[in-house]
T-cell receptor, first 111, second 112 residues
Framework: SQQGEEDPQALSIQEGENATMNCSYKTSINNLQWYRQNSGRGLVHLIL?????REKHSGRLRVTLDTSKKSSSLLITASRAADTASYFCATDSGNAGKSTFGDGTTLTVKP | DAGVIQSPRHEVTEMGQEVTLRCKPISGHNSLFWYRQTMMRGLELLIYFNNNVPIDDSGMPEDRFSAKMPNASFSTLKIQPSEPRDSAVYFC??????????FGPGTRLTVT
């Protein structure tokens, strides 16, 4: 199975609400990344958090990493309809630049 | 930089035909990845190159699939012969070290 597994598989919220997605992984990592994919498009990198970091912010995004639990969360605050997309976590664990992607969380933000 | 460039963007072909997908990574990136995405199987890593050398091709589904990277600025993914179950969106991505991956727009392949 994939190294990273997102939870939930699908999330539907109203505009203005916060959205939280979780990612669990199995082995030790160097870093963890979150990507977004709009329908029919390629993945776009959102944020990278290294294994020695616990929290990182970028605009309305907040990512946490708990290496003891092998888990990460992505929080999108004050969501907008334009945030509707699939969100993937990807882990790097020492294989010459290879990332392992999870199955993604599909977020729907209703206007 | 124009980002990762893939061609063609759409390909429709008949079963049994050869298909060649092309990718130009971002200049200076030393790793290149080929992925396949379908509704059923999600995003699958097919093969990746580091400094033009194939490192891990364990995701290549069958011998019908082959990939090359003759130089740092070009890679191809070939399917010969193609089958309807190969229909998917194929993405190329590149990166340097453990920095973020930059994905191309993808090639939507339909095999009839």
């Amino acid at each position: 199975s994939q190294q990273g597994e997102e939870d939930p598989q699908a999330l539907s919220i109203q505009e203005g609400e916060n959205a939280t997605m979780n990612c669990s992984y199995k082995t030790s990592i160097n870093n963890l990344q979150w990507y977004r994919q709009n329908s029919g498009r390629g993945l776009v990198h959102l944020i990278l958090i290294r294994s020695n970091e616990r929290e990182k912010h970028s605009g309305r995004l907040r990512v946490t990493l708990d290496t003891s639990k092998k888990s990460s969360s992505l929080l999108i605050t004050a969501s907008r309809a334009a945030d509707t997309a699939s969100y993937f976590c990807a882990t790097d664990s020492g294989n010459a630049g290879k990332s392992t992607f999870g199955d993604g969380t599909t977020l729907t933000v209703k206007p | 930089d124009a980002g990762v460039i893939q061609s063609p963007r759409h390909e429709v072909t008949e079963m049994g035909q050869e298909v060649t997908l092309r990718c130009k990574p971002i200049s200076g990136h030393n790793s290149l990845f080929w992925y396949r995405q379908t509704m059923m199987r999600g995003l699958e890593l097919l093969i990746y190159f580091n400094n033009n050398v194939p490192i891990d091709d364990s995701g290549m589904p069958e011998d019908r699939f082959s990939a090359k990277m003759p130089n740092a600025s070009f890679s191809t993914l070939k399917i010969q012969p193609s089958e309807p179950r190969d229909s998917a969106v194929y993405f190329c991505a590149s990166r340097t070290g453990y920095d973020e991956q930059y994905f191309g727009p993808g090639t939507r392949l339909t095999v009839t």
